[in-house]
T-cell receptor
Framework: DVKVTQSSRYLVKRTGEKVFLECVQD?????MFWYRQDPGLGLRLIYF???????EKGDIPEGYSVSREKKERFSLILESASTNQTSMYLC??????????FGPGTRLTVL | SQQGEEDPQALSIQEGENATMNCSYK?????LQWYRQNSGRGLVHLIL?????REKHSGRLRVTLDTSKKSSSLLITASRAADTASYFC?????????????FGQGTELSVKP
């Protein structure tokens, strides 16, 4: 079974802190994604990566950056966290043009 | 931008009844997928239907696709309390890059015992 893990289920940070969210998949998938999920807005794509060291902006990249140094790991970075980044963050991976496999999510609260 | 639009936004039924959720989208697609999300968890893939398919079954799930109307429906038959979750459609547009999907806002299904 494909497994996608995220570093934390719940995270509380203060405004202005640098925040790292880690995602690891164990199935050698090329493509990885970061979404945020907010009530009434569904899933919105922040960034995605289709290969090591490759990244593409999604629909809402402002305030975020990403890193993919190894194929299995895709990190989301909030350079200076703000309260409007309080959200559920979901990571996903896919081998190609098929189903996406999601991690359990990280609920981030920025105070 | 979100392409898929689910309808209804919320649905409440009794155990044993059928649940139907609809999804509309705007651009041509390679495939359409349905996902389920239990409260506070990640999404789980349910079923994928390709643009050249009209209907697909998986257990108690039946998905239809009408590319001329740019719409899809998910039918859950003989629902159970354990089916209570949010259901999302996601489209794979033909211009796609990197396996990116566009998700709708979801339908919240509540199945009462």
């Amino acid at each position: 079974d494909v497994k996608v893990t995220q570093s934390s289920r719940y995270l509380v940070k203060r405004t202005g802190e640098k925040v790292f969210l880690e995602c690891v998949q164990d199935m050698d998938h090329e493509n990885m994604f970061w979404y945020r999920q907010d009530p009434g807005l569904g899933l919105r794509l922040i960034y995605f990566s289709y290969d090591v060291k490759m990244k593409e902006k999604g629909d809402i990249p402002e305030g975020y950056s990403v890193s993919r140094e190894k194929k299995e790991r895709f990190s989301l970075i909030l350079e200076s966290a703000s309260t409007n980044q309080t959200s559920m963050y979901l990571c996903a991976s896919t081998p190609s043009y098929n189903e996406q496999f999601f991690g359990p999510g990280t609920r981030l609260t920025v105070l | 931008s979100q392409q898929g639009e689910e309808d209804p936004q919320a649905l409440s039924i009794q155990e044993g009844e059928n649940a139907t959720m609809n999804c509309s989208y705007k651009t041509s697609i390679n495939n359409l997928q349905w996902y389920r999300q239990n409260s506070g968890r990640g999404l789980v893939h349910l079923i994928l239907i390709r643009s050249n398919e009209r209907e697909k079954h998986s257990g108690r799930l039946r998905v239809t696709l009408d590319t001329s109307k740019k719409s899809s429906s998910l039918l859950i038959t003989a629902s159970r309390a354990a089916d209570t979750a949010s259901y999302f459609c996601a489209t794979d547009p033909i211009y796609n890059q990197g396996g990116k999907l566009i998700f709708g806002q979801g339908t919240e299904l509540s199945v009462k015992p």
